[in-house]
């Protein structure tokens, strides 16, 4: 009997203050299991939107995270609400940057079907003239041009010819399946690069059958992202009248536009003109610019094309003598 004591005393001590025959009756605890049910997959699917809108708009991560979050992790929504403030402080860092020289940039070419447009954007340095971000500005600027032009209801029995001027460009629609106007887009720039940038003007030229506008850009900078768009710092459009289709249209329309670039005439002359004194600067008596033993006239002339006008665009014209005023 006072074994049996000592013993029950012995296993309250080991137990705490419950009697063992307690402890043999006692049900077994619950497991406690964790499930990798709603928790997880709802933060593998945030994560899975965090990519998806990081990889569409190209804003960071911190500030995709924050759009997602102001959004309810709605993705429209939040890639409008990313837009929306990159564009204040796009304008915000436009005006800080108001007045700074923008002498570098490019000229950008851009043909569909007859209608053919040269435009030129540009910026501080010509490293940012090498950006893909602003490369992607100077065709969405091209873009809204030739959606300008192709939206002109006018019947050609003639080319037509015309000119935008850096307003003119800004008011324009960004184009084809881009929300905003051109200004808007440059804002957008502006605050992603730090630089300040102007859109300085365009150039359209439309022409009807019998013409041909042959064009070239010197300096070529190409990216695959931007498709039929050339980019570079010089850039020349030549209205040609054919009264057939010659097989080497292209090839004499790349060759009348080197010389429009190498050689900068003022205007287009005649066939008459007598080389020297005025006729220098009247692009068909000038030197031949890839054989200066012969005019332009006289290499145009045998080729069945008779030369209407030009268009010469070089990137920062007219910026030297503006500072030297």
């Known amino acids: 009997m006072w074994m049996l004591r000592s013993l029950r005393v012995f296993l309250v001590a080991r137990t705490g203050s419950q009697p063992a025959g307690s402890l043999l009756h006692q049900s077994p605890q619950p497991r ?13 699917s945030s994560k899975e939107l965090l990519m998806k809108l990081r990889r569409k708009t190209g804003y960071s991560f911190v500030n995709c995270k924050k759009a997602l979050e102001t959004c309810g992790e709605d993705l429209k929504q939040a890639e409008i609400w990313l837009h929306k403030q990159a564009q204040k402080e796009g304008w915000s860092k436009a005006a800080k940057l108001q007045g700074r020289k923008t002498k570098e940039g490019l000229i950008g070419l851009l043909q569909e079907g007859n209608t053919t447009v040269l ?13 893909l971000k602003f490369q992607q500005l100077v065709q969405q600027v091209a873009l809204g041009t030739m959606m300008h032009c192709q939206n002109l209801k006018d019947q050609l029995s003639t ?40 859109l300085k003007r365009a150039a359209w030229v439309k022409v009807p059958s019998g013409f041909y506008v042959g064009s070239y850009v010197h300096g070529v900078m190409q990216s695959p992202s931007l498709h039929n768009l050339v980019l570079g710092k010089y850039g020349a459009l030549v209205i040609c009248e054919t009264s057939e289709q010659s097989t080497n249209l292209e090839d004499l329309g790349r060759r009348l536009g080197q010389h429009v670039v190498g050689m900068a005439p003022l205007s287009v002359g005649s066939l008459d003109d007598e080389p020297g004194g005025e006729a220098e600067t009247k692009m068909l008596s000038q030197p031949y610019l890839l054989d200066p033993s012969i005019t332009l006239g006289q290499y145009v002339q045998p080729q069945g094309v008779s030369v209407v006008d030009f268009v010469r665009f070089e990137c920062g014209e007219g910026e030297e003598a503006a500072e030297t005023e």
Do not use: Q, W
């Open 32 to 44: 406690h299991t964790f499930h990798a049910g709603p928790c997880l997959s709802a933060s593998a």
């Open 119 to 131: 435009v030129e954007v540009n910026c501080e340095t010509d490293f940012v003239s090498r950006n």
């Open 159 to 198: 080319y037509s010819k015309g000119f935008l001027n850096s307003s003119e460009l800004s008011r324009l629609p960004a184009g084809p399946d881009r929300e905003g106007s051109l200004k808007d887009h440059l804002a957008l720039a502006i605050g992603k690069l730090g630089e300040n940038m102007t």
